[in-house]
Structures are given as C-alpha cells and as structure tokens.
C-alpha cells in the first residue's frame, strides 16, 4: 500500500489530515437537519411500549392482558406466553451455539425492570396507557443487590484473565514501603441524550431497521440470526447516532421485539425506550471493587503490584469489568499478580462504557500511586516518572509509541505543578481548600480491516460510501479529508454516506478503533481511484493527456495535470464526459491479503478478527495524563472541579478539533464519574431508584471548568496506515484517580468509593 | 381522554392544522404528528432541556407542554432559526465554528437556549453562560465549546 506522508496539525483553512476542519455534518445538526433514527419519515408507523417487572427477582405467575388489549388503539400485546420462533444468536465474537430458541420475554425475572410484556397500538399515548393495564402476579424470590451483598455468593473466577511475572507476593512481603487498600466504584450509566431504540419494517421476507448503532454490520448480522434470515435481507440504517459511550453496539432484546411485532402486524413498528426504561433496558458499567497492594524500595523504586478485583454480572450472562486491564501497564515493576472474580446479582447484564476495564482499573492503581507517594514522601509527579515502563513489562514488547513522559512534563509544566506544595491541606484560599492531583490513563490499540467505496460521480463529485457510522467522532468529517487529501482534491468537493450495512464493511465504534480502521480503508481506496483516474486519462480515447507524451499526471485541487502543470488542466466532470465515462467506482479493504470473499463478511460482522494491542511486535496503547485542580468548602464538603490540563499521546491526530472535542468528552464524563454518577439500588428490590437524569446526576455546563487539551503524539505507523492512535476512550482514563487524589491534596481525606459525594468528605 | 382536538398550531410563522389526543405533547406533536423532527426527546420528563422551543419567544420544555396550550402562540423551533434564505443565525455559525457538539442530539436545544440566553441579557461572563446553559445536557461534554460559542454569538447579535 502506498503511504501518505503523515502531516503535521494543520490550520483550520486548510482541509488537509491533521487539520482543523469543522465537522462536515455540523450544518445539519444545527439546523434541525440531522434525521435521527427514530425520526425517520416511516409510514403508517404502530407504536410499541414494553411493561417492566416490578420485583428484583422471582417469577411471573400470571399476566392478564385482557384490559390492555381492549384498550383503544391496541393492536397487540406480547407476553413471555407468545410464541416468537427466534434462535439464539452468535455472541460479539460471532461463535453461535447450535440451534437453540431465544427468548426476549421471560417468565423468570432476574433484575427489577426487566420487560415481561409489549404492548403495540395506534399512537404512543394509547399503547403507554395500556401498558399500564397489563396485570402481572409475581411469585418473589430473594434479591441479591449488589457486589457486598452477604448473599452474593455466586462467585466465579476467571483464571484466564490472571496476570503473573515474578513473585509478586514475595516481593511485596519484602517491601520497605507498602500500600494495601481496596476501591470501588459503583454502577454507572452510559445516559446518551438520544434514548434507545428502532424502527422495523418488513417487506416480504426483507428487513429494514432504523436504529441508533455503533455497528451497523454487527446488529444486522445478529438480527439475522435471530429472525434466521440471510445476511443480505437485513439492513441497519443509522446515518446519526446521539451518542452510544459502548451502549449502541449491540441489538437489545427490545429490538426482537420490535421486530417480531412489525412482522405480524405487517406494519413497521416503533420501540422508543424511554429514559427511565434505559437504566435496565441495558446494563451501564458495572460496580466494581479491587484490592491493591504496591510494593516499594524506600527511594520510591516500584517492587511489586497485586491487584485482586471482581464485579458484579447478571445472574444469566458473564460481563467482566476488568478492574486489571490498566495496571500492569502503567509502571516499571519486576513482579506483578493479578485476579478476577465475577459476582452474580440481580441486575440487567452490564455493558461496555467508555473504556471499560481501563477506566476502574486506573481509579484503583492512580489512586494507590498516589497513596504510595504520600506514604515516601514524594512528589505524585516524581515517583511517576521515577517508575516510568520504558517497555511492556507484561509482554516484554517495547512499545510502539510511549509519550506518556512527554505527556507528564507538558502537562505538568502548563498546569504549573511545581509551584504545589505537598502537605495535604496546605493551599488554601480562605476556607476553601485547594487541591492539586494527577492521574495517568491509557488505552489499547486494536486494530481491524474496512473497506470503502469511492465514487466519482458525472457531476464531478467524489462519494466515499462506508457502513461505518459517526455518533459524533468525526467520522464524516476524517473520511473526507482523509479521501480529499489522497484523491488531490478540495474537501468539499467530498460527500460521505455512512450508517447502513449495506454499505462497505466496517468494524464496530468501539474500543477506539473505527478511525484508525476507516481512514487506512479510505485512504486506499482514494489511492486507487486517483491510479485509475491518472491511468484513463493517459490511454482512454478523448483524454487531452493521451498526446502529452507524459508517463504519469497529478491531481491537485481536484483538477488532472501534467505533473509539471504545463498541459490541460482538467476536473473531474468534464475529465468524465471527455473519455465518455458516466462515472467511475472504486472499492478497495485491507483485509489481510488472501482473505477468501466469502470470509470477508465475518470482519465487519464479528470481532474475531481483532488485533489487540500486542498482536505484532510491539505494544500499542494511547496515554493520557490529567492534571487536576479543586476547590473543597471546607464546611459544606462541596468539591468543585476549577481547572483541568491533560495531554495525550494518540499518535498523530486525524483532526484535532474534533480529537480535543472527544478528550474533552471523555474528561467530562470523568468529571462525573468521580463527583456524581452512581446507580442508586433499592436493598429492597434491587431497582434502580435514580433511574432518570433529574436523580442520576451527569455534569451539567456548570459543573465543568475549562479544560485544556494537549497532543504530544507523533504519528506512530505501527499503529495504523496514517500513524493515528486510538482517541475516544483514552480521555476518561485517569480522571477520577486525578480527582480523587486533588481531593485528598485538599482535605487530607482519602476516599477510595466513587463518587466523592460530600457525605464522604465531611 | 382519547378523543382527538382540532388544533392550529403557528410553528415557524406557518399554520398547521392536526388532529391529536388532548394529552398530546407540543413535542410529540412536533416530531410525531407533523415530522418537525429537529426538536430532540431526550428524556420525556423536564430534565435534559434537548426539547426546548420558544413559545411566544419564551423558551419552554416542549415535552412539559401540552400541544393544546400552545395553540394560539406564536412556536419556534431549530428549524426555523435560520434565516429563510438558509443564512444560519450567529448562535448557529458560533457552534459550528467552536464544534460546540458531537453526536448533535442535544444541540437543538442548546441552541435554542443559547439564543434564549443572549437576548435575556444572562451571557455576560462565563461563568453566568454556565449557569443560565446548564438547564441544557450535553453527555458528548461538548460545554467548553459552547461557552465559547455563546460568548461570541453575544457578542455578534
Ligand atoms: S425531552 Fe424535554 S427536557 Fe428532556
Ligand atoms: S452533542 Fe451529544 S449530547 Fe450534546
């Protein structure tokens, strides 16, 4: 494959990768423009509403629906009685276990709010009121609440995920200086604005689903499973998506539904899941608690690192919060040991949200570094970079690109970290305590194959057509510069379609890894389609350049020119209509090379395919380092968040305008997860009784200073085909750990529960 | 209770003529009954200001609002912002120029506040554009840049 030169951060005038060109689909979603899913102009729409259960567990004993069906309106009630003849699907990973029946409705309840019914009429009023006339008696059985519930005892440990180099236990027992001390963090949730949902129409035995998705080649293939259609009979549209954080990547039981309802009525239907329905419609991060102990020489010299951590899962399906994704990679340490157990509780089955794993798992070895410094003595910045990883130390790889030392030192100087004084307690402004504190992140880069088609159309235009979808990442925005730049053409001379899986195959947008994926597709593609161009215009009959003599042309600006410009200069439309071509078609993927066609499909349609950080020679993350500074009313306990620098290494960044926007964003949510987020359960009922956004508390425009975002990457090609580290992720990594030790600068109090609510710090 | 009203909504200096349930929503008659779709439901409940139209040139939470007791008013939404020649009102230009959103689900109704913010005299300094935004949720955590766009926009207008 030809490389691009990678480009250093351009300047907003110029549309080039690198640069800070404004997000291309930004005019539609200022002007009311942007049509998301739910808002798609569907005719004759009947509308679904599901009917959660009112226990935390148990059984359903009876449902009597005689009331709801009479109701005005109604179409059709589902009950677990109905009888809906799906399969089980294939997992992320696309391994399906032999025909087996799936059920999206069951009598068994496992978590408070599970749906046990849908009802389907004319308008929404109609079918929310007869939802409320659906009766249900329950059988109630005992609740496990949570992780520290004494009856949690359906315990399960992943030996597989253990982590062991050295002797941890012995280094650690031999240690001078020790720390010991346990985290948690709570339930969290992912709250995009737009609310979960879709629209399914049948035609025949053609399936069509408008739905909110971070991959849309995924669901179709999961929906096909599930309705035992062929692959190519169903599409998912999803040309915006209103954030998804991990929530929108996969189909929901309520999708079945939906669908199932659309075929019998033989009418599209439309599920929209409502606010409340979505903190148990699906699950939100997991609670999660750890153990650390961090050995040490009494200069500050790492010895060992122990980290035992569990969470919590759902009583019918394994999801693991890896509290130990981020610890053996953040420091240079000879013996290290780690565990995981998953904890069984009556909770909707937890789901990824913004770096999952990596992100509890650096509150819990951020905030134990910092507890280490306090107990030698040191500076939190100084003994971070006194036990810098000049190398993986748990794959014994180098890394590819490690700026994290860069990150630490730009970071620290434009927040003005020397002039900290380190006593807790001791800046003061008043009564209001100042703290200061740092928390580092990291995130891996995962790597999978896309395709993209290019189109150069009559008119001259240049369409670059991807499954892919943007949920506010950039992606319209990167595609087109990044085809623009390789094509030799003006950026707005580029249209993007994305969102349907019709279109090329792309991998899922998660893990931080569309971006990378997308544009190495795209830029091949645009390379090729700039090959044929050049190729026609020097053999095709009618093209001005087949007398020039010349052996190769240039495309610049979007004209075709001899390469020392002295000859015709051409556009694309006229270009076309000379060589009597209506347009011109490009598909190229970066699949591994002799990937049969008819594999191709299992890419974009399963992760099974994924390269993870350490699949080549080196080890391949993105880093961050956040400094933090707050301010603690000493008589109220209230802690603000007054001024954030963090700087990244994300390798070299497609579009920093939008990159800062996604750091940003992540730091945000960061904001929140240490001061606010916290999933309230019932000890009851196991219910979430914060289950809506006046109670579950996410930063408002308020709660958030200005935030400085710094790059210090370089592009880094073992990363990707433009030298692009993952970004969306990364910026949460580390917010929490930086706040809470700010916090502790402050007040001399340690808090190692999230969030740092005032009854902990009073 | 189900019976459908006659009403005639003025939305965007037109007329529109529907059919709903009394108990119909401003918003859901917006999004669902006449596919003015630009105004968000983020929440259904008066708590995430995505909804936000001006009524009578008063911002208001559509979704807190029956479509009856806007009958008669004079109703604003996204779509009608920009000039009819298609020239983007300066709030709008200010978010674009400062990517003062991602997903752009909640920008509708950042807008609409914004907008509503200026001419209420409340975008002095910074830290008055957050309080008086902070009725407004942004889970993408766009809220630096729209401090910044709203600080400019006022200074525009
Ligand atoms: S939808 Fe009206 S305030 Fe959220
Ligand atoms: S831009 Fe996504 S919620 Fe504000």
Same mark, same amino acid.
């Given at each position: ?762 | ?65 029956? %479509?009856?007791?806007? /009958? @008669? ?5 996204? #779509? ?5 020649? +298609?020239? !983007? ?26 907008? %509503?913010?200026?001419? /209420? @005299? ?5 830290? #008055? ?5 902070? +009725?407004? !949720? ?20």
């Amino acid at each position: 494959m030809t490389l691009m030169e990678p480009r250093k951060h351009g300047s907003a005038s110029d549309s080039a990768v690198g640069s800070r060109l404004s997000r291309l689909d930004g005019r539609l979603k200022i002007t009311g423009g942007a049509t998301y899913a739910l808002e798609q102009p569907v005719e004759n729409v009947a509308h679904a509403v599901l009917v959660p259960a009112t226990i935390g567990a148990g059984r359903v004993v009876s449902i009597d629906t005689s009331a709801a069906e009479a109701s005005p309106g109604v179409r059709l009630v589902i009950t677990p009685q109905t009888e809906m003849g799906l399969l089980v699907s294939g997992d992320w990973g696309g391994n399906r276990p032999e025909i087996v029946p799936y059920h999206p409705l069951s009598l068994d309840v496992t978590y408070n709010g599970q749906a046990i019914a849908a009802v389907i009429a004319e308008t929404i009023e109609q079918a929310a009121e007869a939802a409320r006339l659906v009766k249900v008696e329950y059988e109630e059985g005992a609740v496990v609440v949570d992780l520290f519930d004494p009856k949690a005892n359906n315990r399960k440990s992943l030996d597989q995920m253990a982590v062991k180099w050295g002797d941890a236990e012995a280094a650690f027992a031999g240690a001078a200086v020790q720390v010991e001390a346990e985290y948690r963090t709570p339930r969290e949730y992912h709250v995009p604005i737009e609310p979960h949902g879709l629209i399914a129409e049948w035609s025949g035995d053609q399936l069509t689903v408008w739905e909110p998705s971070q991959w849309t080649h995924g669901m179709a293939r999961m929906y096909s499973e599930w309705f035992d259609l062929p692959l190519e009979n169903v599409r998912v549209i999803s040309p915006f998506i209103g954030g998804g954080f991990g929530s929108k990547g996969a189909p929901y039981f309520y999708g079945a539904v939906a669908i199932f309802a659309a075929k019998v009525l033989q009418r599209p239907v439309k599920l929209a899941v409502t606010r409340s329905q979505g903190f148990t419609a699906y699950g939100g991060r997991a609670s999660t608690q750890q153990t650390l102990k961090l050995g040490a020489s009494e200069d500050g010299k790492l010895q060992a690192i122990i980290v035992d951590g569990a969470n919590e899962t759902s009583t019918y399906a394994d999801f693991t919060e890896q509290t130990e994704a981020a610890t053996p990679l953040m420091y240079a340490v000879e013996n290290f040991r780690s565990s995981h157990t998953l904890v069984k509780t009556n909770t909707v089955t937890p789901g990824a949200l913004r770096a999952p794993g990596k992100n509890p798992s650096a509150f819990g070895i951020e905030s134990a570094m910092d507890e280490l410094a306090y107990k030698l003595g040191m500076d939190p910045l100084e003994l971070r970079l006194k036990n810098y990883a000049d190398h993986d130390y748990q794959s014994g790889k180098p890394w590819s690109s490690r700026r994290l030392r860069e990150a630490l030192e730009t970071g620290a100087e434009r927040f003005g970290w020397s002039r900290r004084s380190h006593a807790p307690r001791s800046m003061k402004e008043g009564r209001t305590l100042i703290g200061w504190g740092i928390g580092c992140g990291t995130f891996p880069n995962l790597r999978n194959s896309a395709e993209a088609l290019i189109r150069i159309l009559p008119n001259g235009r240049v369409e670059v057509e991807s499954g892919s979808i943007d949920m506010g990442q950039g992606t319209y925005t990167i595609v087109a510069q990044t085809a623009a730049d390789a094509l030799g053409v003006p950026v707005d001379l580029v249209d993007v379609k994305l969102g349907d899986s019709l279109w090329a195959g792309a991998p899922v947008a998660g893990g931080s890894m569309l971006a990378s994926s997308i544009t190495g597709a795209v830029h091949k593609a645009a390379v090729a389609a700039r090959e044929e161009l050049i190729a026609l215009a020097l053999t095709e009959e009618g093209s001005p350049f087949r007398e020039t003599g010349a052996n190769t042309l240039s495309i610049e600006n979007g004209r075709i020119t001899t390469s020392i410009g002295d000859g015709p200069a051409l556009d694309f439309a006229t270009f076309l209509r000379q060589v009597r071509r209506e347009s011109l078609e490009v598909r190229r993927d970066t699949l591994p090379e002799g990937t049969k066609p008819a594999d191709a499909n299992k890419f974009w349609t399963t992760m099974a395919n994924v390269q993870g950080p350490t699949a080549t020679d080196f080890s391949v993350h993105s880093w961050g380092a956040h400094f933090v500074e707050v301010k603690v009313d000493e008589d109220f306990g209230t802690v603000r968040v007054s001024r954030i620098v963090s700087a990244f290494d994300c390798g070299l960044i497609y579009n920093p305008k939008l990159a800062e926007s996604q750091w940003r964003g992540g730091i945000i949510m960061g904001i929140g997860q240490a001061l606010l987020e916290e999933g309230l359960i019932d000890p009851r009922n196991g219910r979430v009784i914060n289950n809506n956004l006046g109670d579950y508390l996410v930063p408002t425009n308020a709660d958030v200073p200005h935030i400085e975002v710094i790059s210090v990457g370089e592009p880094d090609l073992e990363a990707s085909v433009l030298g692009g580290k993952g970004v969306g992720e990364v910026g949460i990594v580390g917010v929490a750990p930086a706040i809470a030790n700010a916090v502790f600068h402050a007040t001399g109090k340690r808090i190692r529960d999230l969030p740092l609510t005032l009854d902990k710090i009073l | 209770m189900t019976d459908p009203i006659s009403l005639n909504l003025k939305i965007n200096g037109q007329s529109h003529a529907l059919d709903v349930e009394p108990r119909v929503t401003l918003l859901d008659a917006l999004r669902e009954h006449l596919h003015l779709t630009g105004t968000k439901k983020g929440c259904d409940q008066g708590q995430c200001g995505a909804c936000t139209v001006f009524v009578d040139g008063r911002r208001v939470l559509s979704c807190l609002t029956l %479509a009856a007791q806007a /009958e @008669g008013a004079e109703i604003t939404t996204i #779509e009608g912002l920009a000039g009819a020649d +298609g020239a !983007l009102h300066p709030v709008q230009e200010a978010f674009l120029e400062h990517d003062a959103f991602q997903c752009g689900y909640c920008t509708p109704g950042q807008i609409m506040s914004a907008v %509503a913010c200026i001419k /209420e @005299g409340h975008a002095g300094s910074e830290a #008055e554009i957050r309080e008086y935004m902070s +009725g407004n !949720l942004c889970r993408c955590g766009a809220y630096n840049s729209i401090v910044a766009a709203v600080r400019q926009a006022a200074e525009a207008v």
